[in-house]
């Protein structure tokens, strides 16, 4: 499928489809729940419209991780377009059954609903709550709704902080507890589990299903002040399936000494990130980063963040925004195999992102947004269908989106 073909009217009709089944799958789940009490079923939806396009054909521009093919300078709805359904059942005054299901654009080049959340929620006392289940990701700050366009001030995410997080979800518990300190509060949450999910590596996909997940979040509520440190960490239980697609690039597979030297079986990725988030009156700031460290030779350590800030209007807010990532290898490459891999992952660059964000009426916002992507020509990562013989580390973005709630 083009992207040409994406934009076409059959991709529309085809996410429509798709969330009309996901509206019917909702449904067979509510209707217990309504016939029993009026009040204990709720049901909420959300979904993002876009259109991007870049300056370049030499890559292909993603949302994330996640994503196997991208876009480039061709207008396509293909990276953010979103639609999902949320029910959410209070079973008694303590119990509570949350479903989720979302369509977007996904490891295997469709638009297929998946189920996102789907957990119980046990409130011990007001202040202390358990879940367990399937669990959105709370890697880093604002990461569990990274898909809810809506409650984002700029179109997207910041790509060069978020992009290395293609987890969504995992199988699993957590455990959250709020203290208040006068006017002010802290909240904890700890939480463990299995990552749930593939990512896709050309044409192969990197089976991460089953991999344990631990990490958790503290953080301080003041005023219009919201500061969170957060850190996680993942022990891959499967390799990348690095010697099927060097086979497909260049005719061979990987002796046993590289296949070891770059082996992510059972290497652990470790998380560090600080968020800090203002948001009072027209002002709203956001300041996050990241440390990221890899376990693998196969995949670059790294370092990131963003800054943003918007000013409302009425029903109008312009931001301006700046993100950057620079990684780096763990060790010296066996040979130019192993070293065509280990550059594969290789980030350098900072983007310059400006935009305008229009309330044009109640849970539905309009944006434009225009992406300076300013890196080296080695800066790859996590691009799609790269041409490093011509690509020189810069291009622009510009997207068009609708985002609305319901």
């Known amino acids: 499928m083009t992207l040409s073909n994406v934009f076409s009217r059959t991709f529309w009709a085809h996410l429509l489809k798709r969330l009309i089944v996901a509206c019917v799958l909702a449904q067979s789940i509510a209707l217990p729940a309504i016939a029993e009490s009026e009040s204990a079923f709720s049901l909420q939806g959300f979904g993002t419209l876009g259109v991007a396009r870049t300056t370049t054909d030499d890559v292909e521009f993603v949302r994330d991780l996640s994503q196997p093919r991208g876009i480039g300078k061709e207008w396509s709805p293909l990276v953010d377009s979103v639609l999902g359904l949320q029910g959410a059942w209070r079973i008694d005054p303590q119990l509570e059954a949350v479903l989720q299901v979302t369509s977007r654009y996904r490891y295997d080049q469709t638009f297929y609903p998946e189920v996102a959340w789907a957990y119980l929620k046990y409130d011990l006392t007001p202040n202390l709550s358990l879940r367990a289940g399937r669990l959105g990701t709370e890697f880093f700050m604002m990461a569990d709704s990274r898909w809810v366009g809506y409650s984002f001030l700029a179109a997207r995410p910041p790509g060069d902080y978020f992009w290395y997080l293609p987890f969504y979800s995992i199988h699993g518990a957590d455990a959250a507890i709020s203290v208040p300190l006068g006017e002010n509060t802290i909240r904890a949450k700890a939480f463990y589990g299995h990552s749930n999910g593939q990512i896709p590596l050309a044409d192969e996909q990197w089976e991460i299903a089953g991999s344990p997940m631990i990490g958790g979040y503290l953080e301080y509520q003041m005023d219009a002040w919201q500061l969170r440190a957060s850190y996680a960490n993942i022990k891959f239980k499967n390799d990348l399936p690095i010697s099927a697609v060097m086979r497909k690039l260049i005719g061979r597979g990987m002796t046993g000494a590289e296949a070891a030297f770059l082996s992510a079986r059972n290497t652990r990725t470790h998380y560090y990130s600080l968020g800090i988030v203002y948001d009072q009156g027209p002002w709203q700031a956001q300041l996050m980063l990241n440390h990221i460290e890899q376990g693998s030779n196969a995949l670059e350590s790294s370092d990131g963040g963003y800054l943003l800030a918007g000013y409302r209007v009425d029903q109008v807010t312009p931001y301006l925004g700046y993100s950057w990532v620079l990684s780096r290898q763990h060790g010296k490459p066996l040979n130019a195999l192993a070293a065509y891999v280990m550059e594969d992952s290789h980030s350098e660059q900072q983007t310059t992102f400006l935009g305008m964000r229009w309330d044009v009426a109640k849970s539905i916002a309009l944006k434009a947004q225009w992406d300076l992507v300013r890196g ?30 319901f």
Request: net charge negative; glycine share 4%.
């Open 376 to 405: 080296d020509s080695t800066s790859i990562f996590p691009y799609r269908q790269d041409h490093r013989e011509t690509w020189n580390g810069k291009m622009d973005v510009f997207t068009l989106t609708m985002d609305f709630i």
